[in-house]
Antibody, heavy 119, light 107 residues
Framework: QVQLVQSGAEMRKPGASVKVSCKAS????????IHWLRQAPGQGLEWMGR????????HYAQKFQASITVTRDTSISTAFMELRSLRSDDTAVYYC????????????WGQGTLVTVSS | DIQMTQSPSTLSASVGDRVTITCRAS??????LAWYQQKPGKAPKLLIS???TLEGGVPSRFSGSGSGTDFALTISSLQPDDSATYYC?????????FGQGTKLEIK
């Protein structure tokens, strides 16, 4: 079965960076886009960006263009999301999710990674 | 950007009730709408895509309808396990946006 397993919770100070991983199994990693979304405490869902694991092509939401980098390592079927210049309002649960074809909707999700930004 | 607005924000209903959550897009999105269910501390689960296509394994009491700007998620006979927050999502091949969510509580 499809599984996306994310790295564990992280705590960072303002201005720092964080890198979250998402290991895929149960399907051909290069056959599906991996997207990254986040959910601030008590809030809704926000799309951040995606990668085509086959080509490495990325697409980011305009809000995150300057601060996010999504990469992948096909040898270990893992996608990574790095967020830089963290602020307290970046405190959120970060999810990776598998996209359906080129469409930006998601049939399988990671378990989420809590990133806390606090001085 | 296309804005998605859900109503109501919270809803309380009894087991066996028929429940409808609505979602309105700020402009026509034809049928490119998905619905998700999220329980506390868990990732969202895809219920419906293309406005009315039920995903595999989703109980048949869930259904989606609508096109253009107005959509609905209906639960025909509410069950205790349906207590969750529900999100609508507009999507295409280069962007997506979510509604603010509807919290469904069981009386």
């Amino acid at each position: 079965q499809v599984q996306l397993v994310q790295s564990g919770a992280e705590m960072r100070k303002p201005g720092a960076s964080v890198k979250v991983s998402c290991k895929a199994s149960g399907y051909t990693f290069t056959g599906y886009y991996i997207h990254w979304l986040r959910q601030a405490p008590g809030q809704g869902l926000e799309w951040m960006g995606r990668i085509n694991p086959n080509s490495g092509d990325t697409h980011y939401a305009q809000k995150f263009q300057a601060s996010i980098t999504v990469t992948r390592d096909t040898s270990i079927s893992t996608a990574f999301m790095e967020l830089r210049s963290l602020r307290s309002d970046d405190t959120a649960v970060y999810y990776c999710a598998r996209g359906l074809g080129s469409w930006y909707y998601f049939d399988d999700w990671g378990q989420g990674t809590l990133v806390t930004v606090s001085s | 950007d296309i804005q998605m607005t859900q109503s109501p924000s919270t809803l309380s209903a009894s087991v066996g009730d028929r429940v409808t959550i609505t979602c309105r897009a700020s402009q026509s999105i034809t049928i490119w709408l998905a619905w998700y269910q999220q329980k506390p501390g868990k990732a969202p689960k895809l219920l419906i895509s293309k406005a009315s296509t039920l995903e595999g394994g989703v109980p048949s009491r869930f259904s989606g309808s609508g096109s253009g700007t107005d959509f609905a998620l209906t639960i025909s006979s509410l069950q205790p396990d349906d207590s969750a927050t529900y999100y609508c999502q507009h999507y295409n091949s280069f962007s997506c946006s979510f509604g603010q969510g509807t919290k469904l509580e069981i009386k």
